[in-house]
Each structure stands twice: as structure tokens, then as C-alpha cells.
């Protein structure tokens, strides 16, 4: 079992930088892949980025590919998401996800993929 606590979003002006925090419980966390998620009013939740257990491999979805970083610190259980240059069209609700990979190098981008999910942090841009 894995608990997700997000944090770290806010109103941000076009332009500026977010850092998202995913707060982490349970034992297989260091054996997880992890991703961030967002959902759009109106929308469907999409992938945005994601991390394997170890850190050593990432996948950005284009729009936010050179602008976003995911990082991870298995010794304190969490995940980072630095945001820089953000855009209106980054506004969204922005959701953790965990799937316990047992080691595995694979990434996921699918929602279904996942297995546990946070409550999700707000994050607005204004133009």
C-alpha cells in the first residue's frame, strides 16, 4: 500500500516556476515507477511525466518536454516536479501516481497503469 500526498501548487504568472512535491508512505515506494499526472476542467487526465524506481530514466510528455524536470529521492520517499516557464495551458489539477515495478526499468504513461494515486495539487497560470 502506497499513500500520495502532493503539494506545491499555487497561481503562478505566465512565465514564472512551480516546484510539486509527492509525499510518499509504504514500504515499496523505492521499487516504484512514478508519474505525474494533469486534468484540465473539461478534460481528461494526461500524462506528464514519469520516473523509474531508481531515477535513471525519465519520459516527458512534448508539451512539457525542456520546461519540467522529475526527480526523486527514495531516501526521503518523494517526488519532485520543478515546473519553469510555465503557461496558461499548464493549468491544471496535478496528480502522483505510483506502480510498484519490483525493479523494473519500464515507464508508464497510461492512467490505468497506476496503481495508487494522491488527491492532487492545483496549479494556475495566469496570462
Known amino acids: 500500500q502506497v499513500q500520495l500526498v502532493e503539494s506545491g501548487g499555487g497561481l503562478v504568472q505566465a512565465g514564472g516556476s512551480l516546484r510539486l512535491s509527492c509525499a510518499a508512505s509504504?514500504?515499496?515506494?523505492?521499487?516504484?515507477?512514478m508519474g505525474w499526472f494533469r486534468q484540465a476542467p473539461g478534460k481528461e487526465r494526461e500524462f506528464v511525466t514519469a520516473i523509474s524506481w531508481s531515477g535513471g530514466s525519465t519520459l516527458y510528455a512534448d508539451s512539457v518536454k525542456g520546461r519540467f524536470t522529475i526527480s526523486r529521492d527514495n531516501a526521503k520517499n518523494t517526488v519532485t516536479l520543478q515546473m519553469n516557464s510555465l503557461k496558461p495551458e499548464d493549468t491544471a489539477v496535478y496528480y502522483c501516481?505510483?506502480?510498484?515495478?519490483?525493479?523494473?526499468?519500464?515507464?508508464?504513461?497510461?492512467?490505468?497503469?497506476?496503481?495508487?494515486w494522491g488527491q492532487g495539487t492545483q496549479v494556475t497560470v495566469s496570462s
Open positions: 509504504g514500504r515499496t515506494f523505492g521499487s516504484s515507477a
Open positions: 501516481a505510483a506502480r510498484y515495478t519490483l525493479y523494473s526499468t519500464d515507464l508508464y504513461y497510461d492512467t490505468g497503469d497506476y496503481d495508487y
